[in-house]
């Protein structure tokens, strides 16, 4: 668990996404960070998007889409929705 009331770490993700609760995933571009991306996942009963953290980070980084892509498919994701 990573701490952070708005993230959660890929383990966790992965519970969730098994479980039925997460409904998309959506990589967003990362603020301040040209060229970096961060992977927003929604879940159904909730309002608020998780973003996928880093081990102890609240925010995992990445730096290109084919790393945000391959996370996504770790998590169980087929498709992935990109937001610029």
């Known amino acids: 668990m990573t ?3 708005d993230s959660i770490d ?3 993700a992965q519970i969730l996404f098994d479980a039925g609760a997460l409904s998309e ?3 967003v571009s990362a603020p301040m960070a040209n060229g970096h991306w961060l992977l ?3 879940v159904k009963n909730r309002k608020e ?3 996928l953290a880093a081990q102890r980070e ?3 980084v990445f730096k290109s ?3 945000v892509i391959a996370t996504a498919n ?3 994701f087929k498709t992935i929705i990109f937001k610029i």
Do not use: M, V
Request: hydrophobic share 40%; no cysteine.
């Open 65 to 67: 889409a084919d790393a």
């Open 74 to 76: 770790k998590i169980g």
């Open 25 to 27: 995933a959506i990589a």
């Open 58 to 60: 609240p925010q995992r």
């Open 10 to 12: 890929t383990k966790e």
């Open 40 to 42: 927003q996942l929604t």
């Open 3 to 5: 701490g952070f009331i």
């Open 49 to 51: 998007a998780y973003t």
